[in-house]
Antibody, heavy 120, light 110 residues
Framework: QVQLVQSGAEVEKPGASVKVSCKAS????????MHWVRQAPGHGLEWMGM????????RYAENFQGRVTMTWDTSTSTVYVELSSLRSEDTAVYYC?????????????WGRGTLVSVSS | QSALTQPASVSGSPGQSITISCTGGNRDVATYNLVSWYQHHPGKAPKLMIY???KRPSGISNRFSGSKSGNTASLTISGLQAEDEADYYCCSYASSSSLVFGGGTKLTVL
């Protein structure tokens, strides 16, 4: 079954870091980019960045430069996003979503999301 | 990167058609035919409905269609059904290899 399975909800304190995972199955992991998108309560979707597991390259949105790190593990078909220096505004549902390698920029498969709550 | 502009809400009765607009600029919608639309039911994973302005993924009803004129893309849903009630987001490729989303539109089926 083609799917993206994300890790469970996290609760973190301000200033801490959080790492969310996204495990791909049912397709060739290295044939797709993986993007991360988040949705804060009452807000729309916000693009965070992307990783190319085949080339090992990443591209981060300007708003997250310096605070976000995206990594991958080909052996387990898993990608990770780590966000540091957390603040209350980072409370959101974090989604992973794939895009086929090539001149494509549509997210054709999404995970169900991981809620990250930042609170003292 | 500024978000694309969508109306906050639209509504329609079953069987009617509605259109959701998505306005961007020269760095995104106006320059690239890489606009996609996503349906999002709260608590569920977003779902791709339209990509590359007008294309429908396999399994998506032909009641959903997309178009673009200048810096504004549009999603039209015809023959509205109760199950179409959801949030809809547009998304565009933007210069420097990035994506930008719209603020989202809540569709209410009356």
């Amino acid at each position: 079954q083609v799917q993206l399975v994300q890790s469970g909800a996290e609760v973190e304190k301000p200033g801490a870091s959080v790492k969310v995972s996204c495990k791909a199955s049912g397709y060739t992991f290295t044939s797709y980019y993986m993007h991360w998108v988040r949705q804060a309560p009452g807000h729309g979707l916000e693009w965070m960045g992307m990783i190319n597991p085949s080339a090992g390259s990443t591209r981060y949105a300007e708003n997250f430069q310096g605070r976000v790190t995206m990594t991958w593990d080909t052996s387990t078909s898993t990608v990770y996003v780590e966000l540091s220096s957390l603040r209350s505004e980072d409370t959101a549902v974090y989604y992973c979503a794939r895009v086929a390698l090539g001149p494509f920029w549509h997210l054709d498969l999404w995970g169900r999301g991981t809620l990250v709550s930042v609170s003292s | 990167q500024s978000a694309l502009t969508q109306p906050a809400s639209v509504s329609g009765s079953p069987g009617q058609s509605i259109t959701i607009s998505c306005t961007g600029g020269n760095r995104d919608v106006a320059t690239y035919n890489l606009v996609s639309w996503y349906q999002h039911h709260p608590g569920k994973a977003p779902k791709l409905m339209i990509y590359e302005v007008t294309k429908r993924p396999s399994g998506i009803s032909n009641r959903f269609s997309g178009s673009k004129s200048g810096n504004t893309a549009s999603l039209t849903i015809s023959g509205l059904q109760a199950e179409d009630e959801a949030d809809y987001y547009c998304c565009s490729y933007a210069s420097s290899s990035s994506l930008v989303f719209g603020g989202g539109t809540k569709l209410t089926v009356l």
